[in-house]
């Protein structure tokens, strides 16, 4: 069965340190891996998928099949990264797909 | 563009109630679909609707059903409310695979 893990519920941070919020999947299937983000009194929003190998607010991450991770990162981190962030793999069967969420990471950084 | 608006934004209702809640997608948007967030589950998948019909369904008890009108508004329902369906419910629209806007959610109170 397809599942994401997020192993770190909370994770803090001072200004200017590095930041990693952990993400592993399990699925039988071609993985597509996006991370979404919800700031405080905030809609739950889109950050970056996999596909685009983009970078946005200085956040990258990259797939790695091998070892089933997409774990998101940030060379320095700021104080309005702090947020709910939130791995989620596609799960699709043709046309149907949904999206399965992790529980979650709050990461709190500080000044 | 307008978001995704749900209404009502909050909800008391008593054990054995039914509740609906209503969701306007994202002008364009075809495809719908609902999730329940909670403290210990984080978001959990519903179902998703596209064109007027159930695409996807997630593990829910048949007392959650749902259905998308013409105009791609959808609507959830909870029949026999119990105290565990206490919860923020999200609707998302989307138009490509992965990428869902959500809204602002509605927070239903079982009591």
């Known amino acids: 069965a397809q599942r994401v893990t997020q192993p770190e519920k909370l994770l803090s941070v001072f200004k200017g340190a590095p930041v990693e919020l952990k993400c592993n999947y399990s699925?039988?299937?071609?993985?597509?891996l996006f991370w979404y983000v919800q700031y405080s009194r905030q809609r739950l929003q889109l950050l970056l998928r996999?596909?685009s190998r983009e970078s946005i607010k200085g956040f990258t991450a990259d797939l790695n099949k091998g070892e089933t991770s997409f774990h998101l990162k940030k060379p320095f981190a700021q104080e309005e990264d702090s947020a709910m962030y939130y791995c989620?793999?596609?799960?699709?069967?043709?046309?149907?797909?949904?999206?399965?969420f992790g529980k979650g990471t709050l990461l709190t950084v500080n000044p | 563009k307008a978001g995704v608006t749900q209404t009502p934004r909050y909800l008391i209702k008593t054990r054995g109630q039914q509740v609906t809640l209503s969701c306007s997608p994202i002008?364009?948007?075809?495809?719908v679909s609902w999730y329940q967030q909670t403290p210990g589950q984080g978001l959990q998948f519903l179902f998703e609707?596209?064109?007027?019909?159930?695409?996807n369904k997630g593990n829910f008890p048949g007392r959650f059903s749902g259905r998308q009108f013409s105009n791609s508004r959808s609507e959830m329902n909870v029949s026999t409310l119990e105290l565990g369906d206490s919860a923020l419910y999200l609707c998302?629209?989307?138009?490509?695979?992965?990428?869902?806007?959500f809204g602002q959610g509605t927070r239903l109170t079982v009591v």
């Open positions: 998302a629209s989307s138009l490509s695979r992965g990428e869902a806007f």
């Open positions: 699925y039988s299937g071609s993985p597509e």
């Open positions: 996999h596909i």
């Open positions: 989620a793999l596609l799960v699709s069967g043709g046309s149907n797909y949904k999206l399965t």
């Open positions: 002008s364009g948007h075809r495809s």
């Open positions: 609707y596209f064109s007027e019909t159930q695409r």
